[in-house]
């Protein structure tokens, strides 16, 4: 059974620094792409970040290019995603996901992100919060 499990979150003032952290199980990280999504309230769920498992793909969206880093330690099966020079519009839940096993050579590109209906497997979320 595929689970994750966010931690990490928090609250920090703007221009501050998180790294959040999922722990997979029931799969290999490294043999699956995965991704981070945030939702603000109000707001649809947005992906973040994705990265390609067994290559350094992994891409970005504009919003948060230049100081948001992905990553994964396939020896922890755990994914990050460390946040620099966070802003008020950072505010939101982040999710982290795992698409399904038949779309995994399609899922995360250098020039695409494919978005929420191409993932199966969510964990719970974890708050961050921006304010000063």
């Known amino acids: 059974q595929v689970q994750l499990v966010e931690s990490g979150g928090g609250s920090v003032q703007p221009g501050g620094s998180l790294t959040l952290s999922c722990v997979a199980s029931?799969?290999?990280?490294?043999?699956?792409?995965v991704a981070w999504f945030r939702q603000a309230p109000g707001e649809v769920r947005e992906e973040v970040s994705c990265?390609?498992?067994?290559?350094?793909?992994?891409n970005y969206a504009a919003s948060v290019k230049g100081r948001f880093t992905i990553s994964r330690d396939n020896a922890k099966n755990t994914l990050y995603l460390q946040m620099t020079g966070l802003k008020r519009e950072d505010t939101a839940v982040y999710y982290c996901?795992?698409?399904?096993?038949?779309?995994?050579?399609?899922?995360?590109?250098?020039?695409?992100?494919?978005?929420?209906?191409?993932?199966?497997?969510w964990g719970q979320g974890t708050q961050v919060t921006v304010s000063s």
């Open positions: 990265t390609k498992s067994g290559s350094s793909t992994s």
């Open positions: 996901a795992a698409p399904p096993q038949y779309t995994r050579d399609l899922v995360c590109s250098d020039d695409r992100l494919y978005g929420r209906s191409w993932y199966d497997y």
């Open positions: 029931g799969f290999n990280l490294d043999e699956s792409p």
